[in-house]
């Protein structure tokens, strides 16, 4: 197992349960994606780019998108406090995943993957 994997079976739940369903998600919806350990968590890279990552922070889940600035679905849903390009989707509970709306902004960020970082 490497170590990005390791990190999320290690999760106390529910963060575990969260993630699992993330990564999940993630590699359906996204089939090109290498999930590497980098900065001390769970990064998904295309091409060698960065593309998103899963980090638990306190209370809850959050699900980067590196070039997030170039989002404009469900801004309702993304966190963009304190940040300038980074945006996230934040979870407490697997039952507050709303799977539309995650597929929604993984298909999005696909789509600018080849855009330039700050927008």
Known sequence: MNPAENYILD???PFRGILLHLQSVIERTIPDVDLKFKYRIPFYYINE???????????YIDLGFWKGAHLTLHQEHVITAG???????RYTSLEAINNS???DLLKE??????EKFYK
């Open 11 to 13: 999760k106390p739940e």
């Open 49 to 59: 780019t960065p593309f998103c990552y899963l980090n638990q922070s306190k209370n």
């Open 83 to 89: 940040r300038t390009v980074i945006r996230s989707l």
């Open 101 to 103: 709306v995650l597929i």
């Open 109 to 114: 960020a696909y789509s600018v993957k080849d």
